[in-house]
């Protein structure tokens, strides 16, 4: 499906998202289109490449095919095409944060003072004054993200859940996740609507929420349900609360780590996550999926949505072009964790090899989003129901 044009005045309105004059919002667009033309005009020639020049040309030199992503990476980076793609798509990387980092920072104080908690508010906001980051992430900035997801500016702060909501995946995916970067979070209900549509939740938990994107549509989904978003960010649990709050959702944000929760034992009926798993290290993708098993009430579902296991991928060629961000957008875990047993991850938590699930489920049209135009794309499905 052709690409309708997107730019930043069509980013998804509530009271928590950043005020840009003429300027800024031009800016993000340029932003916009530039991760457009390198993820649409410019990736595409990688395969011509691979196929036509640098696949003969290693099989010439070794008297084989590349045997993984590997030798595939170390062969590509001879070529200038392959380099310079990678340096425009980190440079917008980079500069988009550098430019919602300034139109942040200008009315920080501001959105501070939206999201504190109000008496009228349905749902809540709990950060623990005590919480300790996890060690792997302290060293690094996160998707290249001034302070990451954590870090704590100023008090009461909000600075990272307003830089990454401010067109974070809108402007990196080009509008494809909808106008509130829910697309996910949508194909995910009805995919389980679909697959298991026994189970009536009361209990949904949401791991590695950031700022709730994909949050709001489990309480859209099922509105009966008491719905609970974690992570380690308290800025972006503050400014998701707002968020939500500003949209009628009725969600509690809660400040703990995934591996290890306050919960009760066999405590909720569904546990999710979205594209969290290769943010945390390898140690840590066993303790969550233990965890979620402990919370689980028997017959509750676990799902965890990300890219595609590498041994998934149709050749080497495929895995390289899946590994960019190990390499280049500070993702240190993304290739380990995409190289990781995810049946023996289950099976060790406890979890029966026939409740075991890895599938894939399509990208739909977010139900708050009329304008929607996605691009082709399917979400990798790693489930177990207990």
């Known amino acids: 499906m052709e690409q309708e044009r997107v730019t930043w005045r069509g980013f998804g309105k509530h009271e928590m998202v950043v005020d840009t004059n003429h300027d800024e919002a031009a800016r993000l667009d340029f932003t916009i289109n530039l991760f457009k033309h390198v993820g649409s005009e410019i990736w595409p020639g990688h395969r011509k490449l691979y196929d036509q020049k640098v696949e003969p040309a290693f099989e010439k030199e070794h008297g084989r095919k590349p045997k993984d992503r590997h030798e595939v990476r170390k062969a590509m980076l001879r070529e200038e095409y392959f380099r310079l793609w990678s340096m425009l798509r980190l440079h917008a990387q980079e500069n988009g944060y550098n430019e919602r980092r300034k139109i942040v920072e200008r009315q920080l104080d501001d959105l501070i003072e939206r999201a504190k908690p109000r008496k009228t508010d349905k749902g809540s906001v709990e950060i623990d004054p005590n919480f300790e980051v996890p060690s792997y992430h302290k060293p690094f900035d996160m998707h290249w993200m001034p302070g990451s997801f954590f870090t704590e500016f100023t008090e009461d ?104 929760t306050k919960y009760e034992d066999e405590s909720f009926d569904m546990v999710l996550s979205t594209m969290f798993l290769h943010e945390t290290s390898n140690k840590a993708v066993y303790n969550v999926v233990a965890e979620n098993y402990r919370l689980l009430k028997p017959g509750g579902l676990m799902l965890h949505v990300e890219q595609p296991p590498f041994k998934m991928l149709d050749d080497p060629f495929e895995e390289l072009m899946k590994d960019w961000d190990t390499h280049n957008n500070n993702e240190p875990f993304w290739g380990r964790m995409h190289d990781m047993d995810l049946e023996d991850v289950a099976l060790r938590a406890g979890f029966k090899k026939e409740n075991i699930v890895q599938t894939f489920a399509d990208q739909i049209r977010p139900t708050d989003d009329d304008n929607y135009s996605p691009g082709p794309g399917t979400w990798f499905i790693y489930a177990a129901t207990k």
């Open 157 to 260: 702060d909000v600075s990272a859940g307003a830089m990454y909501d401010a067109g974070g995946l809108y402007l990196s995916t080009y509008g494809m996740l909808g106008k509130y970067n829910n697309g996910a979070g949508y194909a995910v209900a009805t995919w389980i609507k679909e697959n298991y549509p026994h189970i009536k939740p009361k209990r949904i938990l949401d791991q590695g929420c950031t700022v709730g994107s994909n949050t709001l549509p489990y309480k859209d989904a099922w509105p009966d349900a008491e719905v609970i978003g974690i992570d380690i960010g308290g800025p972006c649990l503050r400014y998701g609360h707002r968020r939500a709050e500003s949209l009628g959702f009725d969600v509690t944000f809660s400040q703990q780590n995934a591996e290890h």
